[in-house]
């Protein structure tokens, strides 16, 4: 079985093919904007620019594509671009959870029941399996992702930020006080992104990027461990674009071993958003039969990662 995966939910549009369950193609081109964060409409403009040198020849036996959450402009593109494959090649379409994408490509090699932590631009949540995926803690306004960008960005560090403010955090040495927003298994950001923003007026840029950093990472991986006490679960997977930052990985690797626990980290080929893991998504749903036609195909701007967004289409 050949599934094509479609990924369009914000900077990035990728195009993966999975073939029998494994990974055979993962293109992708993010969009840069000249200056602050993405703005929608130029980031749908960038997929329907670059999506026809994404694509590969031949055929398939299904188009994957995200259905959601995302930023709309660029979920239609993305949704647009896949019902005209699955229409040329007369093949059925498969809508898939943009989160729950990376959640299964994180799980690739090595299936498991960890508590997985989601965290990216848009989302940042703490699950685990329950008979379905369940959220035991997440942000309670930006994302952990969002805020590193915005931080980056009042620094004058071009997008994504993210990358950027790691490299300056690494050359930072003294830890500065900073707001610990942790409430119960939810956590908050906004109040220390704000504080950061001005710190800067008196701290060094090194050292901001590092108390944030120690900061922002050292709430996560708390809400994490209570998970982990709480499920009973022996394993933690680190998925979502911000898994790439090697000290969030070494914090939380260093929890795991004080518990006993294995610690897994998506492969930094997929972590960020990307084709292939919405094709292997795909191919899993293809094989339990969940598929609709290209005249079914809708996307959703806000999708819940316990939403199925076949049964969000036959409703």
């Not at 200056?35 to 999506?51: D, K, Q, S």
């Amino acid at each position: 079985m050949k599934v094509l995966g479609i990924e369009s939910t914000a900077h990035t549009f990728g195009v993966g093919v999975v073939e029998d369950g494994k990974i055979v193609l993962n293109n992708r081109d993010m969009y840069r904007p000249a200056c602050g964060g993405i703005l929608p409409r130029e980031a749908a403009e960038h997929h329907a620019n670059v999506a026809w040198k994404l694509i590969p020849e031949g055929s398939v036996d299904y188009v994957a594509y995200s259905a959601g959450p995302g930023l709309g402009p660029c979920l239609k593109i993305g949704t647009l671009v896949a019902r005209y494959l699955a229409i040329k090649m007369n093949v059925p379409m498969v809508p898939v959870n943009h989160a729950i994408a990376h959640i299964e490509v994180g799980m690739l090699e090595g299936q498991g029941d960890p508590v997985v932590v989601y965290t990216s631009g848009g989302n940042t949540m703490v699950l685990a399996n329950r008979n379905g995926w369940k959220v035991f803690g997440e942000t309670l306004d930006i994302a952990l992702g969002n805020a590193l960008d915005k931080l980056a960005r009042k620094m004058g560090l071009p997008h994504p930020g993210g990358p950027k403010l790691e490299a300056l955090a690494s050359r930072g040495n003294k830890l500065l006080k900073m707001p610990y927003v942790v409430k119960g298994m939810d956590l908050s950001y906004s109040g220390i992104l704000t504080h950061s923003m001005k710190l800067l007026e008196k701290e060094s840029r090194e050292n901001v990027a590092y108390s944030f950093q120690e900061h922002a990472f050292a709430m996560l991986v708390e809400v994490a461990e209570r998970a982990l006490a709480h499920t009973g679960k022996e394993e933690l997977l680190l998925v979502g674009g911000v898994a790439q930052n090697s000290r969030l990985r070494e914090m939380f690797r260093t929890m795991c071993e004080d518990r006993g626990a294995e610690f897994r980290v998506a492969p930094p080929e997929v972590a960020g958003d990307n084709g292939a893991m919405i094709a292997y998504s795909g191919y899993l749903r293809a094989l339990q039969g969940k598929t609709i036609s290209p005249q079914e195909a809708r996307y959703f701007q806000k999708l819940r990662v316990t939403d199925e967004p076949l049964e969000k289409l036959k409703k």
